[in-house]
């Protein structure tokens, strides 16, 4: 398959000239519809798969500097604005978070912890699948690429167990047995970690960005203590409600935990980098927690992680050079932020804010926040990235809730924390599904199936039980 696929992208750019074309509205800047155009353009590009999101980025760089809608008449500062997001310390969290999460793979410890939970949790096909999940968990404060986590290190000992215990993927009528099962918990259980951590995917800190434009300051810290509690309840009761659902045929594992020991006997005793590494991320976390108190930035604390890694060589230069995933991330993140950005500062979310405001003025904020919220989580049907999501609709939606009086922190954390859980929707919605899909253990009608049924499980869980720990915790 071509990586630029030309039906897509000739589509993608008739779009973007209609909207170039058309008159902006009454109140909006040429300047700032024009980016718009671009913008909107883009995220259309990425969701029809165009191209690369790489390359639709670039290509929106390329655009914004030549069109000139960031500084009109100055060519040289026009280029100096486009390139101005990869200057953002949120950005380089996320990418230097991919080359610390290196490290968890290269030394084996984030095998090695998988394996630890599977031999105490893995007697059952339930306890296998909260083992799994507790592993992800541990994985994921220092992961944020969960498709790394899930699809690296989570996946291929998931798909191991299910085929030692004889659910093969080749053969559909093993696949009940236990493999569909530990997909769809193992899923789930990426995406509740996902939203647990500021740092435990990529859009999170895309969110945290920005909420900050719209002045909504929120910290590695206060991120996890809004979502503690809905996530530690989600990851009691997801597994549990999908092994009543979607139940295995296989009840009992008993043989997983002397499989897992087994495992960590050929991998030998923890050698001198996997301590390191467990030192390196001990170090993170204790400076995440407390960075505020100390006066330590988080992109500090990962530029400290990442040092101490380099000197102590359980990374080398040549890992962080060829960690495609990061400078990637790094490339695309820095666009549609640059554009998201720029769009608020030229007028066009405070003008929509204002706009939708007329709509549905006079509605109470606790009637508009569920409305605000529930529609954001499930328009994810129709993107393939939550990336793409958050760039495409997160200042829009937090903007309007906040002209109509929702609490600024709570509505910006809200919105943050569906772009893990409203992953589990479809095959395609969040970075590791098309990895767990691919397995074929579960068919496409019952992950979707499974899919609404857990988004109501969540929508409970975070909206209902969240809602009142929220209270406690005087974020409303």
Known sequence: MKEIKYLQLLVTVIFGVIIWLIPPPVGVTPEAWHLLAIFLSTILGIILKAASMGTMSILAIT????????????????????????????????????????????????????????????????????????????????????????????YPIMKSMAMNFGSVPEDPATHRKLGGFLTLSSYNMNLITSSLFLTGTASNPMCQKFAKNMGIDITWMSWFAAALVPAALSIIVVPFVLYKVYPPELKSTGNAPAMAAEKLKEMGPVHKNEWLMLLAFVILLVLWITGDLFG???????????????????????????????????????????????????????????????????????????????????????????????????????????????????????????????????????????????????????????????????IILWMGIGAGWWKVLGIW
């Not at 008449?73 to 990418?95: E, Q």
């Not at 610390?100 to 105490?120: D, N, S, V």
């Not at 949790?121 to 999940?133: D, M, Q, R």
């Open 63 to 154: 655009l914004v500097a030549l069109s000139g809608v960031l500084a009109p008449g100055n060519p040289g500062k026009s280029i100096t604005l486009a390139l101005s997001s990869f200057g953002d310390k949120v950005i380089w969290l996320i990418g230097i978070s991919f080359f610390i999460a290196r490290g968890f793979i290269k030394t084996g410890l984030g095998k090695r912890i998988a394996y630890i939970f599977i031999r105490i949790f893995g007697k059952s096909s339930l306890g296998l699948a909260y083992g799994l999940g507790l592993a992800d968990l541990v994985l994921a404060p220092a992961v944020p690429s969960n498709t790394a986590r899930g699809g690296g290190i989570i």
């Open 296 to 458: 330590i930035d988080a992109t500090t604390t990962a530029l400290i992680g990442l040092v101490f890694l380099l000197l102590s060589q359980v990374l080398d230069w040549e890992d962080v050079k060829s960690e495609k995933g990061a400078w990637d991330t790094i490339v695309w993140f820095s666009a549609l932020v640059m554009m998201a950005s720029f769009l608020n500062s030229l007028g066009f979310i405070p003008w929509f804010s204002d706009l939708i405001k007329k709509q549905v003025g006079g509605m109470q904020w606790m009637v508009a926040f569920p409305i605000i919220v529930l529609v954001y989580f499930y328009s994810h049907y129709i993107f393939a990235s939550a990336t793409a999501h958050v760039a495409a609709m997160y200042s829009a939606f937090l903007a309007v809730g906040i002209s109509v009086g929702i609490p600024g922190t709570l509505l910006a954390l809200v919105l943050g924390f569906c772009g893990g859980i409203f992953g589990t929707l479809t095959h395609y919605g969040h970075g590791p599904a098309p990895v767990f899909f691919g397995s074929t253990y579960v068919e496409l009608k019952d992950w979707w199936k499974c899919g609404f049924l857990l988004s109501i499980v969540y």
